[in-house]
Nanobody, 130 residues
Framework: EVQLVESGGGLVQTGGSLRLSCAASGFTFEDVAIGWFRQAPGKEREGVSCISRSEGSTYYADSVKGRFTISSDNAKNTVYLQMNSLKPEDTAVYYC???????????????????????WGKGTLVTVSS
């Protein structure tokens, strides 16, 4: 069973930085994609970034491109999301999800359930104050 545990959320001022971590275990397939998603109060879930652990390929939503960086430490089975230049609109619960790298990363972010990305963590809250 795949288990994902997010950490690193917190309260930060506009322009500040945070690094989220997603500790993963239990994969039964070799080629894994891990994505970061977020959901703000009253809004739909949004795909933020995704990485292929084997290739190191990455994809970012336009809303975070140039500000967020996703990376993977495969030895530690941990994926990170470095968030810089944070804005109040980045406030949300951030979740990581994992699945087999079975589709382009952009598609995995847009429709994770359609491609079997169905293992989710419980989330970590990021609050950016203005």
């Amino acid at each position: 069973e795949v288990q994902l545990v997010e950490s690193g959320g917190g309260l930060v001022q506009t322009g500040g930085s945070l690094r989220l971590s997603c500790a993963a275990s239990g994969f039964t397939f070799e080629d894994v994609a891990i994505g970061w998603f977020r959901q703000a109060p009253g809004k739909e879930r949004e795909g933020v970034s995704c990485i292929s652990r084997s290739e190191g390929s990455t994809y970012y939503a336009d809303s975070v491109k140039g500000r967020f960086t996703i990376s993977s430490d495969n030895a530690k089975n941990t994926v990170y999301l470095q968030m810089n230049s944070l804005k109040p609109e980045d406030t949300a619960v951030y979740y990581c999800a994992a699945g087999e790298y079975s589709a382009p990363l952009r598609e995995l972010l847009l429709s994770p359930a359609s491609y079997g990305m169905d293992s989710w963590g419980k989330g970590t809250l990021v609050t950016v104050s203005s």
